[in-house]
Nanobody
Framework: QVQLVESGGGLVQAGGSLRLSCAASGRTFSNYVMGWFRQAPGKGREFVSAFDWNGISTWFADSVKGRFTISRDNAKNTVYLQMNSLKPEDTAVYYC?????????????????WGQGTQVTVSS
């Protein structure tokens, strides 16, 4: 059974940092794209960042470029989202996702597996 479990969310002041973790289990993800999405209250789920576990490609939404980085620990089968210079508009529930056949990185429907989400709140 595939599981993606996020952790690391919390309350932080604007300008601060958080690191989110996504522990993946239940299968080998070497041929998967691993992504982070977020959903603010009253809004749809939006793409944040992703990487190709089998390669070196990474992608970022324009809104987080230069502030967020994505990385992985192969030994722990864990994906990280380092978030720096946080802004109040970054407040959302952040979700980890995994997809095998991704044609459009930012397309929610193309991801096969999702975590339960972790809340990030940035105060002004």
């Amino acid at each position: 059974q595939v599981q993606l479990v996020e952790s690391g969310g919390g309350l932080v002041q604007a300008g601060g940092s958080l690191r989110l973790s996504c522990a993946a289990s239940g299968r080998t993800f070497s041929n998967y794209v691993m992504g982070w999405f977020r959903q603010a209250p009253g809004k749809g789920r939006e793409f944040v960042s992703a990487f190709d576990w089998n390669g070196i490609s990474t992608w970022f939404a324009d809104s987080v470029k230069g502030r967020f980085t994505i990385s992985r620990d192969n030994a722990k089968n864990t994906v990280y989202l380092q978030m720096n210079s946080l802004k109040p508009e970054d407040t959302a529930v952040y979700y980890c996702a995994a997809g095998r056949s991704i044609r459009t990185i930012a397309e929610v429907d193309e991801y096969d597996y999702w975590g339960q989400g972790t809340q990030v709140t940035v105060s002004s």
